[in-house]
Nanobody, 112 residues
Framework: EVQLVESGGGLVQPGGSLRLSCTAS????????MRWARQAPGSGLEWVAN????????GYTDSVKGRFTISRDNAKNTLYLQMNNLKPEDAAVYYC?????WGRGTQVSVSS
């Protein structure tokens, strides 16, 4: 059974940092490109970042470029999202996803 379990969310002040993790199981993690997506209250799902199987090619939505970094550790079956200089508009539930599979998400709140 495919499982994606996100962690690392929380409440942070504007300008702060968080690192999200996604632990994967039930499939060959190293064989799949992975993505982070988010959904803010009252808004639709938004793609945030993606990474290829080897971790050497990444892509970001414009609003997070230069602030967020996606990475992966295939030996640990784990996907990461380092988020720096967080802004109130980054507040959302963040999901780890590939293909049609999604985790349950982790809440990120940004407020002073």
């Amino acid at each position: 059974e495919v499982q994606l379990v996100e962690s690392g969310g929380g409440l942070v002040q504007p300008g702060g940092s968080l690192r999200l993790s996604c632990t994967a199981s039930g499939f060959t993690f190293s064989s799949y490109d992975m993505r982070w997506a988010r959904q803010a209250p009252g808004s639709g799902l938004e793609w945030v970042a993606n990474i290829n199987t080897g971790g050497d090619r990444t892509g970001y939505t414009d609003s997070v470029k230069g602030r967020f970094t996606i990475s992966r550790d295939n030996a640990k079956n784990t996907l990461y999202l380092q988020m720096n200089n967080l802004k109130p508009e980054d507040a959302a539930v963040y999901y780890c996803t590939f293909g049609s599979f999604w985790g349950r998400g982790t809440q990120v709140s940004v407020s002073s």
